[in-house]
Structure formats: structure tokens, C-alpha cells
């Protein structure tokens, strides 16, 4: 399926363009964001170079994810991305991240129920995980709001930021009414 476009109240999940280089850098460039991530902070020529293979993995089929950028519906800047990846047996990983200046004002919770809705309706899936790291207490507030779970532990589950760190898992059972 491509290309995905999905319309919320103040965002829109849509594909990455080559444009969104230096709007990606507020989220994947600065290490306030991305400490809480499963990768390292990036620089602009890494960063570069993963967009290119982003955007060129959206038009395989089968898709082995749906990458998104989250993009303000009034100028259609990147201010974060969200993702399910395909996993058997109609399973799914959500995970997201949003730029500093974007923290606490709803839009991650936003689209992360547009990407569910999409995810248990239009990809037929059935069970979807998420984790997070344990000190980011954002995140699982936001996943117990979202209707997850808590299933436990993954000890020395990334390593990120020269040190390995455990995620906590959480999941989700449903269908597209229940998103």
C-alpha cells in the first residue's frame, strides 16, 4: 500500500519526502529526543542516508513497515514520526517520537491513534507491541492511555547511547472499531 496518507484534527501521517532532511534533525539530531530512543543520535549525513532508504523501502510490496512522517496539517512540516512494523501472525510494533518544541501539546497521542485505527483496520492486524525505555515515563503514560498493557521486562533490550538499556513491553489486542 503506497502511498499512505491519513488525515487527523491537527496532523496528517503521510509518507517521508526528501524535504523533510532538516525538519527530521529536530528529532533524530538532538539527543534530548533521541536518549529515549532505540538508536543513537544522528548527524545530518547519517540521517541523509537513512531518509533515502526510507523513502525507497515505502515502495517495496510487501511493505516491511509503514514509516510515517507526522506532519502539521497547516504547513505540512515533519515534526515527528510514528511506525508499525510487520511482524507474523497479524502482529505490529508502534513506535514514535516527536521534536522537543512539540512535547505536551497531544500530537503524539494523536498519531498514534490514527496509526492504531490504521494498523487494526486497514492492515488486519490483531496484536500490537510497543516499549519503551523505563525512565520514559511519558511514553507509558501514554501507552496505558492508548489502551496497552503492561506485559513486563526486556532486560538489556537496546543499546543505545554506549550503554545497553532495558524496555519495558507493552501491548494491544484489537480491531479497527476499538482504535
Known amino acids: 500500500m503506497y502511498p499512505v ?30 536518549v529515549a530512543l532505540s538508536f543513537d543520535t544522528r548527524t545530518r549525513e547519517q540521517q541523509a542516508e537513512r531518509l533515502t532508504a526510507d523513502i525507497a523501502r515505502a515502495k517495496t510490496d510487501p511493505r516491511p ?11 505540512d512540516e515533519l515534526i515527528g514520526f510514528i511506525r508499525i512494523g510487520i511482524g507474523g501472525h497479524r502482529s505490529g510494533e508502534l513506535g514514535y517520537a516527536i521534536r522537543k518544541d512539540r512535547w505536551r501539546q497531544g500530537y503524539t497521542a494523536e498519531a498514534a491513534q490514527l496509526m492504531l485505527k490504521f494498523g487494526f483496520g486497514a492492515l488486519g492486524l490483531h496484536r500490537i507491541q510497543a516499549a519503551c525505555g523505563p525512565a520514559n515515563v511519558a511514553s507509558q503514560a501514554l501507552l496505558d492511555r492508548l489502551g496497552f498493557e503492561y506485559e513486563g521486562r526486556m532486560r538489556d533490550h537496546v543499546f543505545t547511547n554506549g550503554t545497553w538499556r532495558d524496555s519495558l513491553l507493552y501491548s494491544r489486542i484489537g480491531d479497527a472499531e476499538s482504535a
Not at 513497515?65 to 504547513?75: H, K, M, S, V
Request: charged letters at 35%; proline letters at 2%.
Open 65 to 75: 513497515d509503514y514509516y510515517l512522517a507526522i506532519a502539521d496539517r497547516q504547513t
Open 5 to 34: 496518507l491519513i488525515q487527523g484534527e491537527r496532523i496528517g501521517l503521510r509518507e517521508f519526502k526528501e524535504r523533510d532532511l532538516d525538519a527530521s534533525m529536530a528529532v533524530v539530531g538532538d539527543p534530548d529526543v533521541t
